[in-house]
Every structure is written in C-alpha cells, then in structure tokens.
Nanobody, 124 residues
Framework: QVQLVESGGRLVQAGGSLRLSCAAS????????MGWFRQAPGEEREFVAA????????YYSASVKGRFTISRDNDENAVYLQMNSLNPADTAVYYC?????????????????WGQGTQVTVSS
C-alpha cells in the first residue's frame, strides 16, 4: 500500500542541524499518520515524532521536543524531520513509518509500514 524511502542522514557535529526526508508512494498516503523512529545498534526502536494525516496533531518524545520538528507535504507525498541542536545521543538509524489508523502511537509495533532507514551520526 505504502512504500517509504528516507534520505538526508549524514555525519554532523554536535550542535548542528539536519533535515531528514521521507518520500512516500501509494494512493492512500494522504490519509495516513506518519512518524519518525530511531534505533541505535543493539537497542529497541524508539519513538521520535508523529504527525496526523492533516498535519493538525503532532507529538514528540520528551528527548527531542523543542529541538526537532516533524512536518508533511501531502501534495509532494513527503514527510520531514528538522533536527536542531543535535547531540551524540541522537546518533541512530532513523526510520520513517506510516499508519492507516491515523493514531499517533509511541509503540513501533503498532505502525504498519516502514522505510529502510537513514543513518544519522552526531560527533562530539
């Protein structure tokens, strides 16, 4: 139904900024909630941010609130994650996810579709 491809991950210095993009394909994208998760090696996948299909509802994990901003452009079939004030704890593979329920779950297991991830590395 939905195919997702992330891009934009790279090496950045602490305190820097980075913008991740997720390109979606599929006729039902406009009605899906979208989210960002991240996973460090050997760790569980953790919630970062989510946005409802209309863009009216946004949720962030406590660790990124005030630093990261999720947004979407349904006309372009894309979702973005603007990351500011990055620190080494943000280092992870970042995944884009989609959910037809339009509920902004914190649990990664409740999301139906996933991209393959993009690596973000923040150096000290």
């Amino acid at each position: 139904q939905v195919q997702l491809v992330e891009s934009g991950g790279r090496l950045v210095q602490a305190g820097g900024s980075l913008r991740l993009s997720c390109a979606a394909s599929g006729r039902t994208f406009r009605t899906y909630a979208m989210g960002w998760f991240r996973q460090a090696p050997g760790e569980e996948r953790e919630f970062v941010a989510a946005i409802s299909w209309s863009g009216g509802n946004l949720y962030y994990s406590a660790s990124v609130k005030g630093r990261f901003t999720i947004s979407r452009d349904n006309d372009e079939n894309a979702v973005y994650l603007q990351m500011n004030s990055l620190n080494p704890a943000d280092t992870a593979v970042y995944y884009c996810a989609a959910d037809p329920s339009n509920l902004l779950y914190r649990d990664y297991a409740r999301w139906d579709y996933w991209g393959q991830g993009t690596q973000v590395t923040v150096s000290s």
